[in-house]
């Protein structure tokens, strides 16, 4: 599969090396058109991709994916609609500020578009991917799209009017994972545990937790009982979360990411 892509930044960047990553997608199938730095250039030297000079080199690609800033995005559908290849290439947009209304009013509602949001995990195939289709686009169509991100981890098909707060959560999420993953090993440090020791004994805890909790589908509360004897050490640790307001410190933070 060729895969075209505009920008090579933090997420374009972490794509390309999810998709080599995956050892599906070999350099040559990726076509890259970077910005006006030496970002693109740089990577290219590291990843050995294509560097795309000219939209027309897009042409042999089997779907585009615009991983650019928001105002970069319509000046790019404009280029690509004046490009006027010969099929009409499937569009992946990151770009969180764009909706898919506002893509369909320059390319036409009947051009096959997505509109899809991933998060960092992407880099080593374990993304999580927020994804809304076009109406028009066709199952073939769909099949392509969905095969160039089913390398980069799990893809969730979500209504337009919940991509924002879907993408934020699994977007920024990470950062608050990362805090507690190193505040919880400041605790484990401060009572003698090494450092290094701590992140990789809190990382697969965690990776632990949330495989557990995705496959047996329990109620996350039940799980924390199931590890909470009367009494004991566990619950007292929950206790001085709740009494320094734990609960409500996440709940605000994500209330953060939509901006209440
Ligand atoms: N970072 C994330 O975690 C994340 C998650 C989900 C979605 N997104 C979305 O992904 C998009 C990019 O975010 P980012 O964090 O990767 O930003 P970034 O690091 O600033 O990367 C954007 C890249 O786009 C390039 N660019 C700008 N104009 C271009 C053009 N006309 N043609 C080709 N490339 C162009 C820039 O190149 P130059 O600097 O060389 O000009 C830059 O390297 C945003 O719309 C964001 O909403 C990001």
Not at 198 to 212: F, N, P, Q, R, T
Not at 214 to 242: F, N
Request: glycine share 12%.
């Amino acid at each position: 599969m060729n895969i075209g892509i505009f920008g090579a930044g933090q997420m374009g960047g972490a794509m390309i090396k999810g998709w080599l990553h995956s050892g599906k997608i070999q350099p040559q199938e990726i076509f890259v058109k970077g910005g006006h730095s030496a970002t693109a250039a740089n990577l290219q030297k590291e990843l050995s991709f294509h560097l795309v000079d000219s939209l027309k080199e897009f042409a042999a690609c089997d779907v585009l994916v615009i991983a650019v800033g928001t105002t970069a995005v319509e000046p790019i559908l404009h280029a690509i609609k004046e490009a006027n290849f010969e099929k009409k290439l499937p569009i992946i947009s990151i770009a969180a500020g764009v909706s898919l209304k506002e893509m369909q009013a320059i390319m036409g509602t009947d051009y096959p578009l997505a509109q899809a949001i991933p998060n960092t995990p992407v880099q080593i195939g374990k993304g999580l991917i927020a994804i809304t289709y076009s109406e028009a686009l066709q199952a073939k169509q769909q099949e392509v799209i969905d095969q160039c991100l089913y390398f980069l981890g799990d893809l969730l098909e979500t209504p337009a009017e919940q991509l924002d707060i879907v993408s934020s959560v699994a977007g920024c999420g990470p950062a608050f994972v990362d805090i507690f993953m190193e505040a919880m090993a400041d605790g484990a440090v401060l009572h003698g545990m090494s450092r290094k020791l701590a992140y990789e004994v809190i990382a697969k805890m965690m990776v632990g937790s949330a495989s557990l909790a995705l496959e047996s589908g329990q109620h996350p509360g039940a799980l924390k009982d199931g590890v909470t004897s009367p009494g004991g050490t566990t619950i007292r640790g929950v206790a001085a979360l709740e009494k320094n307001g734990f609960r409500h410190a996440v709940i605000s933070g994500v209330s953060g990411l939509v901006g209440e």
